[in-house]
């Protein structure tokens, strides 16, 4: 199967899977699960907006296919922070010539970060993170269809 195939077959099984299930942190696990079984990359996994006590935000890891991984980013930091902060698909062709790239693991050479929108008021909510051990994984097929994987999430879990 070639990659246009492999994401046929993923967003297939996705509203499935998922539908009429409210519990974020279990939808996110399978849909995390189910890309990486799909389309087997490295480190597969979401970063979630969360506040702390002073209601100040960060990402903080959520559910996650792969290697352990930092547990906090900030707003604009690393490509997750800059997609966050762009509300923006970002694909990273070469990490090391990404600035401020934040390294969870050394061997994650490629990278592609997706928002996830809630429905009412179009605001980030979490961000979707692939990490890939080659040079250039990710391409304009991997944002067209992660997006629409992540529309079809972020409107199952009515967020
Ligand atoms: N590389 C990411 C950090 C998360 S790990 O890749 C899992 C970044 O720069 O935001």
């Known amino acids: 199967m070639n990659k246009?195939?492999?994401?046929?077959?993923l967003l297939t099984e996705l509203s499935p899977l998922i539908e009429g299930e409210s519990n974020t942190i279990g939808v996110l696990a399978n849909v995390a699960a189910l890309i990486k079984e799909k389309l087997g990359f490295f480190w597969v996994?979401?970063?979630?907006?969360?506040?702390?006590?002073?209601?100040?935000?960060?990402?903080?890891?959520?559910p996650f296919q792969g290697p352990i991984a930092c547990y906090r980013i900030g707003y604009g930091k690393g490509v997750c922070g800059t997609c966050w902060k762009e509300r923006?698909?970002?694909v990273v062709e070469?990490?090391?010539?990404?600035?401020?790239?934040?390294?969870c693991s050394s061997l994650s050479r490629s990278e592609i970060?997706?928002?996830?929108?809630?429905?009412?008021?179009?605001?980030?909510?979490?961000?979707?993170?692939?990490?890939?051990?080659?040079?250039?994984?990710?391409d304009s097929i991997d944002s067209q269809y992660l997006e629409r994987a992540m529309q079809?999430?972020?409107?199952?879990?009515?967020l």
């Open 4 to 9: 246009r195939e492999k994401y046929e077959a």
């Open 45 to 62: 996994g979401f970063y979630l907006v969360k506040s702390n006590l002073q209601g100040e935000e960060h990402l903080a890891l959520g």
């Open 88 to 90: 923006k698909t970002v």
């Open 94 to 103: 070469d990490v090391e010539e990404f600035p401020g790239h934040i390294a």
């Open 113 to 138: 970060v997706v928002p996830l929108f809630n429905n009412s008021d179009k605001g980030v909510w979490g961000v979707l993170d692939i990490d890939s051990t080659e040079i250039g994984t990710f």
């Open 152 to 158: 079809i999430v972020s409107a199952s879990l009515k």
